[in-house]
């Protein structure tokens, strides 16, 4: 059974960092790409980021590009998300998501989320 | 990057079918056949119902169908059931110049 569960999330104030981390299981992971997508309080989702298998090819929404950073370790089965210089914006749950077949064809399964607080 | 367009809310009573739009631009839903369509219960993760316009994943009821023409995508749900009340989200490449995917504003569907 595939399972992804996000970690590191928290209370933060604006213009400091954070990494989110998502622990992969139940499927061979360097075999799939990988996304970050969040999701505001009440709002809609936002593609965040993505990653290819062997991180070859990465991609960024235009809000969060320069501030963060998508990483995978596939030796720990692991994806992370470092986020620097945060806003109040980015305030959501961001959820692990991994690409079931393409890398832009869609997001068969989804963690449960962990969520990011940016305030004073 | 703006979001892809949806109604913010549809309706059907139990059997009826509805279909929900999804409309972008030549640099997103036109110009690629990946788009992707979510749904989403109150409090629970998104569930990817198709992919590729079209296909649905294993598990998926043939009750959905997914479409496309231009630049505007669609979702059809056929015989529709209680359980099918929940908010859904279209998604697209959006390539061009940078890789990356952008999503619809979102639709509610409300089951009468």
């Known amino acids: 059974e595939v399972q992804l569960v996000e970690s590191g999330g928290g209370l933060v104030q604006p213009g400091r960092s954070l990494r989110l981390s998502c622990a992969a299981s139940?499927?061979?992971?360097?075999?799939?790409?990988m996304h970050w997508v969040r999701q505001a309080p009440g709002k809609g989702l936002e593609w965040v980021s993505g990653?290819?298998?062997?991180?070859?090819?990465?991609g960024y929404a235009d809000s969060v590009k320069g501030r963060f950073t998508i990483s995978r370790d596939n030796a720990k089965n692991s994806l992370y998300l470092q986020m620097n210089s945060l806003r109040a914006e980015d305030t959501a749950l961001y959820y692990c998501?991994?690409?079931?077949?393409?890398?832009?064809?869609?997001?068969?399964?989804w963690g449960q989320g962990t969520l990011v607080t940016v305030s004073s | 990057q703006s979001a892809l367009t949806q109604p913010r809310s549809v309706s059907g009573s139990p059997g009826q079918s509805v279909t929900i739009s999804c409309t972008g631009t030549s640099s997103d839903v036109g110009g690629y056949n990946y788009v992707s369509w979510y749904q989403q219960h109150p409090g629970k993760a998104p569930k990817l119902m198709i992919y590729d316009v079209s296909k649905r994943p294993s598990g998926v009821p043939d009750r959905f169908s997914g479409s496309k023409s231009g630049n505007t995508a669609s979702l059809t749900i056929s015989g529709l059931q209680a359980e099918d009340e929940a908010d859904y989200y279209c998604c697209s490449y959006a390539g061009s110049y940078t890789s990356r995917s952008v999503f619809g504003t979102g639709t509610k569907v409300t089951v009468l």
């Open positions: 990653i290819s298998w062997n991180s070859g090819s990465i």
């Open positions: 139940g499927f061979t992971f360097d075999d799939y790409a």
């Open positions: 998501a991994k690409g079931d077949y393409d890398f832009w064809s869609g997001y068969g399964h």
